[in-house]
């Protein structure tokens, strides 16, 4: 599977963005799929993740009540939307996917769980 991340711009605090990652090659219903992100000298770090079947969510507790992730499985896409950004929400995003060889509600929340990465997209939070 290939995934594209896009949505990334720059915005000031407080606004929404919505980051997209396409998928194309195979179908996302079979992957669970994590957003991650990485600042300027900062390691990659989990920001959410959805269990292939999307019945299971998770949030980094820096993001959790601003940040919503989504799979819409029709359109092979997952979806970050980021509400009440902050300046230390400027980073780098990235999507990942993990196949699964049957449907489940797992999320995986390290990044050494994923096999298949999508380029970044850069959020820049201005203040």
């Known amino acids: 599977v290939q995934l594209q991340a896009s949505g990334g711009g720059l915005v000031q605090v407080g606004d929404s963005l919505s980051l997209s990652c396409a998928a194309s090659?195979?179908?996302?219903?079979?992957?669970?799929v994590g957003w991650f992100r990485q600042a300027p000298g900062k390691e990659r770090d989990f920001v959410a993740a959805?269990?292939?079947?999307?019945?299971?969510?998770y949030y980094a507790d820096s993001v959790k009540g601003r940040f919503t992730v989504s799979k819409d499985n029709a359109k092979n896409t997952v979806h970050l939307q980021m509400n009440s950004l902050k300046p230390e929400d400027t980073a780098a995003y990235y999507c990942?996917?993990?196949?699964?060889?049957?449907?489940?509600?797992?999320?995986?929340?390290?990044?050494?769980?994923?096999?298949?990465w999508g380029r970044g997209t850069q959020v820049t939070v201005s203040s």
């Open positions: 990942a996917a993990d196949y699964v060889f049957t449907l489940n509600s797992i999320v995986r929340l390290s990044y050494d769980k994923y096999d298949y």
């Open positions: 090659g195979r179908a996302l219903s079979r992957y669970a």
């Open positions: 959805i269990s292939s079947s999307g019945a299971t969510t």
